[in-house]
């Protein structure tokens, strides 16, 4: 079993549509997750960052962290064509200079 | 702030040539850099944890003689692809910490390197 599960997909929605893309990890040692997107041959860009359980909001996206589940989730709402691009979760264990661990990545397309 | 620039973005070189990348923090102090790898549609891949001053560390795998990585100054880290071959050809991204609060990392914008 991977550390880190991610469903590649691709997902396809229409624009306007609420988006969730999921993560489980096998780790309960994870602490700090987060959420990058990644447009094709670029680096990844930061979207998102929680520690342990709860929520984050930040405009159209909200990060969840359930760490009972092992499951973290992001939700982009009204979903644009510009949001088409590959989401990464991303988690690490302590606050050190530690690496993170990385799901597979997300494609997703939203669809105008 | 928090900006990390990576070079170059992309080159292609031929088979048996050495290859530099270059990592840099613009406008913060980098103790620590990460190096990813990855295949086309695929996740990135830990190559090597950079420390600078001192050697990188390297993940299980990893070709350390091929891969050299130096971390010379707080600013700065090099991969060398030695001896390249298409094999090699791959999408390498460089990553940094910028201090303060906050738990996301920075990254590079990546170098597709292409051995012909």
């Known amino acids: 079993q991977k550390e880190v599960e991610q469903d590649p997909g691709p997902l396809s929605v229409p624009e306007g549509a609420i988006v969730s893309l999921n993560c489980t990890y096998s780790?309960?040692?994870?602490?700090?997750f987060m959420w990058y997107r990644q447009y094709s041959r670029k680096g990844p860009e930061l979207l998102m960052y929680t520690y342990s359980s709860g929520n984050k909001e930040d405009g159209r996206f909200t990060a969840q962290v359930d760490k009972s589940s092992k499951y973290i989730s992001l939700f982009i709402r009204d979903s644009q064509p510009s949001d088409s691009a590959t989401y990464l979760c991303?988690?690490?264990?302590?606050?050190?200079?530690?690496?993170?661990?990385f799901g597979k990545g997300t494609r997703l397309s939203v669809i105008a | 702030g928090a900006v990390v620039s990576q070079h170059p973005s992309w080159v292609i070189c031929k088979s048996g040539t050495s290859v530099k990348i270059e990592c840099r923090s613009l406008?913060?102090?980098?103790?620590?850099m990460f190096w990813y790898r990855q295949f086309p549609k695929q996740s990135l891949m830990l190559m090597a944890t950079?420390?600078?001053?001192?050697?990188?560390?390297?993940e299980q795998g990893v070709e350390k003689d091929k891969f050299l990585i130096n971390h010379a100054s707080l600013t700065l880290s090099t991969l060398t692809v030695t001896s390249a071959h298409p094999e090699d050809s791959s999408f390498y991204i460089c990553?940094?910490?910028?201090?303060?609060?906050?738990?996301?990392?920075?990254f590079g914008s990546g170098t597709r390197l292409t051995v012909v």
């Open positions: 406008d913060f102090q980098a103790t620590t």
């Open positions: 991303a988690m690490r264990k302590t606050s050190g200079n530690t690496p993170l661990v």
């Open positions: 990553s940094a910490i910028p201090p303060g609060p906050g738990y996301g990392y920075t």
């Open positions: 950079s420390n600078e001053g001192s050697k990188a560390t390297y």
């Open positions: 780790n309960s040692a994870f602490q700090y």
